[in-house]
C-alpha cells in the first residue's frame, strides 16, 4: 500500500531553489522589522524614562496680588498661606 509520502516530489531543483530563497527574504525581511520595532521600543522607553529621573517636581499655585498660596492640610482639604 502506497502512502502519499512515497512519491517523488515534481519539482525540479530550480524551482526548489527559488522556493527556498523566496523563503529566506522573506524570513530576513520579517527579521529585520521585528529588530527595528524592538530597537524604537528600547529607545522610546529610555528617553521618556531619563526626563524624569529627578522624580516628583513639586508646584505652587500662588495668587501674585498677596502672595497667598494653596496647601493642603492633614484632613486632605485645601488651605491658604501667607
Known amino acids: 500500500m502506497a502512502s502519499f509520502m512515497d512519491d517523488d516530489p515534481k519539482d525540479s531543483e ?6 527556498t530563497i523566496y523563503t529566506n527574504i522573506c524570513l530576513t525581511l520579517i527579521v529585520i522589522c521585528l529588530v527595528i520595532i524592538a530597537v524604537t521600543s528600547i529607545l ?17 499655585i ?14 486632605r482639604r485645601l488651605e491658604t498661606t501667607n
Open 62 to 75: 500662588c495668587d501674585p496680588q498677596n502672595g497667598r498660596c494653596a496647601k493642603v492640610n492633614a484632613g
Open 14 to 19: 530550480e524551482q526548489r531553489n527559488i522556493h
Open 44 to 60: 522610546e522607553v529610555t528617553v521618556n524614562n531619563t526626563g524624569h529621573s529627578a522624580g516628583i517636581t513639586k508646584i505652587s
